[in-house]
């Protein structure tokens, strides 16, 4: 990221004071840096907060991203116990804690409050520029609870949080936290709640440093960079890299509903209109202009931050459509839909820069135990047959790869796309079973099997095997091609998966045709 009019090599010391001049509406940062040995206050807008951090390079000439400081891991941080402190060089809020190292000596550690607020929240310029905005999630949103450990999430017409953020599921997990989960949801309203209280007026400015309630966390881990003071024991942070272990109380599933969202024609290339936008310079904010709301949302490259829960949940977007009632009146209900198709400032109608927005989130929560859910049926399907037969079953999940432009790697409601191997041992063979997650509706592709000749051969070549998947659009590769594995077989799926139970013929009728491409059974 490179704020316009900004010198070259231009370093953080340290994020100052949020303010905003009367007459103007953009609330701002003061930012204290240094470049080819001066020491400057320079500002830039408040929603460019997740790209900022102590001791960044924020436009190198090179354009290879820096970070000050160095690399030091914390564990079994409660936050509970964290005391208020202030920045020896900004004067800014910071959090302060006494941690034990390995070797049983102790450091105390000191984050500023912006950065574990980054950490935390400040993953997309919408979350920056609006913390500031009392009572902005309950004008925004509407939650509702409804049936099976689910919640329905409407995003209000209101809302001005770009609909392309609900196709990341990162993003939209991210969300579901703050809406749904009552810890995460206080303390991010804590910041507006200070500002009102906190905020200083002058005559043509108002002035605020920035403060707020950390949510009650146990447990988390934080990977950092920053300086350790030896004389003192004191451990600086400039910048979190990454955050683990975050409790949530959520329910299983989240599903998002906005009437923005579309559905359409899978496969169609076809989006509405917008202004487009031009390669140079494609990392430039110009503070100076307004988001243009006729223009795409462009994604801005900066340094990456892992955020992940100790249990992860599923979201979904969702669209409502009218079904029949039992009494012959039409009532709604909601159905999962497809994907759709620079100023990180909010767009107004009459901007004239680009929308823009961070791709900052690496969200590592825990979501193989999600994924394996999609595969409910078919795991079924493989107990039966481990019980009912001397094999030996070892599974394994693979995510597709992004190829291209290629979307398949990613399901309809922005969750990636999974592949269950299932090797299988029967005492004179081995075989690799193959199924691929099209729970979101996408074509079906039956099973693949395998008698593998060289196990080895296989583990090397498995890559490409997903590779090819996404080339020939959620296919399995052409028969030539997979028999320098083995012998090649496949396995077609009983109609109405979801609603397949282990008594029902359909599913016995596949248990029998497995039983015979295995070898194990005739077909009867």
């Not at 949801?185 to 043509?204: C, D, G, L, P």
């Not at 400039?238 to 599903?255: A, D, H, M, T």
């Not at 282990?502 to 029998?512: A, G, L, T, V, Y």
Request: charged share 30%.
């Amino acid at each position: 990221m490179i704020p316009k009019g900004f010198p070259e090599k231009s370093k953080i010391i340290y994020v100052a004071n949020i303010f905003k001049f009367k007459h103007l509406k953009s609330w701002n940062l003061e930012l204290c840096m240094t470049s080819a040995r001066q020491i400057q206050i320079l500002h830039t807008r408040l929603s460019n907060l997740p790209a900022l951090a102590k001791r960044r390079v924020i436009n190198p000439s090179d354009g290879q991203s820096r970070k000050g400081g160095y690399p030091f891991s914390l564990s079994h941080i409660s936050t509970s116990d964290w005391r208020v402190g202030t920045d020896s060089e900004g004067g800014g809020n910071t959090f302060v804690f006494d941690n034990i190292k390995s070797n049983e000596s102790t450091v105390t550690v000191r984050i500023p409050q912006v950065e574990f607020a980054r950490v935390l929240f400040f993953h997309n310029a919408y979350l920056a520029r609006n913390c500031i905005d009392q009572g902005l999630l309950s004008r925004e949103f509407w939650i509702q609870d409804i049936q099976d450990d689910s919640v329905l999430v409407n995003v209000l017409p209101v809302s001005s949080l770009p609909i392309k953020s609900f196709e990341n599921e990162g993003q939209r997990r991210l969300l579901a936290w703050l809406l749904i989960d009552k810890n995460a949801r206080f303390s991010y309203e804590s910041i507006a709640k200070n500002f009102i209280e906190e905020v200083q007026e002058t005559e043509n400015k108002k002035t605020w440093r920035f403060g707020f309630s950390p949510p009650r966390l146990d447990n988390i881990s934080l990977e950092t960079r920053g300086w350790m003071d030896k004389d003192t024991g004191n451990y600086y942070i400039y910048e979190i890299l990454g955050i683990s272990n975050i409790s949530s109380f959520l329910p299983k599933i989240v599903r998002f509903y906005s009437e923005k969202f579309k559905t359409g024609i899978k496969g169609s290339t076809k989006s509405s209109k917008a202004k487009s936008v031009s390669s140079a310079d494609s990392n430039i904010i110009d503070d100076q202009k307004d988001a243009d709301i006729d223009t795409k949302l462009k994604t801005l490259d900066i340094p990456t931050t892992s955020f992940s829960f100790a249990n992860a949940i599923e979201t979904r977007k969702v669209v409502k459509k009218r079904v029949p009632s039992t009494e012959g009146l039409e009532s709604e209900d909601y159905e999962e839909i497809l994907e759709l198709d620079l100023s990180a400032d909010e767009a107004t109608i009459d901007g004239t820069a680009c929308q823009s927005d961070f791709s900052g989130l690496d969200d590592e929560s825990e979501v193989l135990e999600l994924c394996m859910q999609r595969f409910e049926a078919f795991k079924l399907l493989i107990k039966k047959l481990s019980e009912q037969h001397d094999v030996d079953c070892h599974e394994e999940l693979h995510f597709l790869p992004a190829i291209g432009r290629s979307r398949l790697h990613r399901t309809i409601d922005g969750n990636k796309r999974s592949l269950l191997e299932v090797r299988i041992e029967t005492g004179t063979s081995q075989f690799v079973v193959l199924e691929i997650d099209t729970t979101d509706n996408s074509k079906p592709i039956s099973t693949l099997i395998i008698k593998i000749n060289d196990i080895d051969y296989w583990n090397d070549h498995i890559d490409e095997l997903l590779s090819i998947v996404i080339k020939r659009s959620l296919r399995w590769p052409k028969t030539n091609h997979l028999e320098k594995f083995g012998t090649v077989q496949t396995l077609s799926h009983p109609q109405d998966m979801l609603e397949l139970t282990e008594s029902s013929d359909d599913f016995m009728r596949w248990q029998k045709r497995l039983d015979k491409a295995l070898g194990l059974a005739k077909y009867s």
